[in-house]
């Protein structure tokens, strides 16, 4: 097999461990760009090309997230990390809870060095002698990082699966009941402890802090009916599939806006996340 070959298997698994380290697709791009760079020098002499170009790949993670990291301190409302738009995976170890919203928050909370442990180690399967000469670490030190992960990420993970046309059922019934203003409908869909986060970064409006609770979120809807009616803005609203949840792309008179919805297992909507800065939906045009 070729250099670019070999790259080319890794390439879509690489994406998508850049993209679970850094929360940005376009971020994921260039850090998989840079390792085919590394790569293109190395390639020959190169054993294990999956594992090379996986720990290539990491600490090419680690560096941007030392910058990514003081961005956020100053980052207006809340984060979430850029929507990720794509079909049903068709690589069997790819699971859409580990691209959830939930899943990519919780690993916000890890240390960058838990965070590239548990990818690589749980994630990716590599050995702790592997995940070791990638980080500059010995094997128990990474035993110790991967088990403090764990801890911390053992609720990020859905405890149940909602089937697919289930869940496109509840996001189409949701934006039924938003443009028509059925305040008790949308009651109805809501879980309790429903949370609503919506990602404007300072350049689109947006709500400044996660809304937690149905009243709360039903609140703001009640708020955004009150200006005048939101949804007829929209000049198109697509149906897609945002970090394995359903979810619409709408385009406003302001431009774009992404809304991924994550049902409970009673069948309501838990969390709706929407992401608004354009920064982050530049990738969104085109897919």
Same mark, same amino acid.
């Given at each position: 097999?070729?250099?670019?070959?070999?790259?080319?298997?890794?390439?879509?698994? +690489?994406?998508? +461990? /850049?993209y679970r380290m850094l929360g940005s %697709?376009?971020?994921a791009e260039d850090v %998989?760009?840079?390792?085919?760079?590394?790569?293109?020098?190395?390639g020959q002499g190169v054993d294990n090309p999956p594992a090379w170009l996986a720990q290539t790949t990491t600490r090419?993670? +680690?560096?941007?997230?030392?910058?990514?990291? /003081?961005?956020?301190?100053t980052y207006v409302g809340p984060w979430l990390p850029e929507p990720l738009i794509e079909e049903e995976p068709v690589d069997p170890v790819v699971r859409a809870e580990d691209v959830s919203v939930a899943f990519l928050l919780a690993l916000e909370r890890l240390s960058p060095l838990e965070r590239a442990v548990f990818l690589l180690h749980d994630v990716?399967?590599?050995d702790y002698a592997q995940v070791g000469a990638a980080l500059g670490r010995d094997e128990a030190a990474c035993r110790q990082l991967a088990s403090r992960a764990r801890s911390h990420l053992k609720e990020a993970r859905p405890r149940?699966? %909602?089937p697919q046309d289930q869940a496109l059922r509840l996001a189409a019934a949701f934006m039924t009941a938003s443009?028509?203003?059925?305040?008790?409908? +949308?009651?109805?869909?809501?879980?309790?402890d429903a949370v609503l986060i919506s990602d404007g970064g300072g350049k689109r409006k947006a709500a400044l802090r996660p809304l937690v609770g149905r009243e709360d979120v039903i609140a703001l809807l009640r708020g955004l009916a009150w200006r005048g009616p939101w949804m007829t803005a929209l000049r198109g609203m697509r149906p897609?599939?945002?970090?394995?949840l359903a979810g619409v792309i709408l385009t406003n008179d302001d431009g774009l806006t992404t809304m991924a919805f994550e049902p409970d297992a009673e069948g309501r909507l838990a969390a709706i996340y929407v992401i608004r800065n354009p920064e982050k939906l530049r990738h969104v045009a085109g897919s």
């Open positions: 097999m070729s250099d670019l070959a070999a790259f080319e298997a890794e390439r879509p698994r +690489l994406r998508r +461990l /850049a %697709v376009s971020e %998989v760009q840079d390792a085919w760079l590394r790569w293109d020098r190395a090419l993670c +680690l560096d941007r997230m030392k910058s990514a990291r /003081a961005r956020r301190e990716f399967d590599q149940y699966a %909602v443009a028509s203003h059925d305040f008790e409908a +949308l009651e109805n869909l809501l879980a309790k897609a599939r945002i970090n394995g």
